[in-house]
């Protein structure tokens, strides 16, 4: 299902949702952790391989396999045309090094053979669904993937939903019970505006990392108690 069919079947649910309760979440949120202020994060074909290492471990874990790869190879274009086995070897840090190692090769020689390079700017003159299911067709990369590219490096107004911000957009009832992480990209875009996406992802994210943990949230500490439906019931 493409993100504009996924849009409209989830625009049901989210319509009833007040967009007056949206806006008090984004305050609340800004007076916890601080306005936000967008950096791109480097180039997309950079961000694309950074999200891919960060899967399933820390950030501290990626970014090292990440620096490690550009120091053995001293580019993305080579590792294009570095066997397997020693992007496997240099990502170690991240794990499922075996996975992600073929992985990469895979989507960057898949860029190339397509554009004859690794230059992904085009995508900043597509909407953001557009730009989307083009790089979700791209083998191994998935919604959550592709949003992050489009948003910290071309500054797109896209939504990624890891978990962290699933669980806490799901007990403020942002999103319902039932609606995966993949749908709830749609879901949140059409309930954020634009120019509100990046600081509320990112401060969703601290939010699921300090305050609402998936195990005994801290919901007598939480700024957005008040406001949540779910407080003290996980």
Known sequence: MSDSQLETS?????????PAFV???AQALDEMYGPRTWQSR??????LVETVLSQNTSDVNSARA????????GSLEAVA?????????????AGLSRIKSARIRRMLRSLREEHGDLDLGFLSSMSVSEARDYLTAIDGVGPKTASCVLLFALGMPAMPVDTHVHRVARRLGLVGPKVSAEAAHAALETLVPDGQRYAFHVNLIDHG???CHARRPRCQ?????ALCPGAFSA
């Open 10 to 18: 989830v625009s049901t649910r989210t319509s009833t949702v007040d």
């Open 23 to 25: 806006q008090r979440v």
């Open 42 to 47: 480097g180039r997309p074909v950079d961000v």
């Open 66 to 73: 990440f620096r490690s790869l550009l120091d053995r190879f």
């Open 81 to 93: 045309d570095a066997p397997v086995e020693e992007i496997e070897q240099s990502i170690a840090h």
């Open 209 to 211: 990392r300090r305050v």
């Open 221 to 225: 500490s939480c700024g957005l108690a």
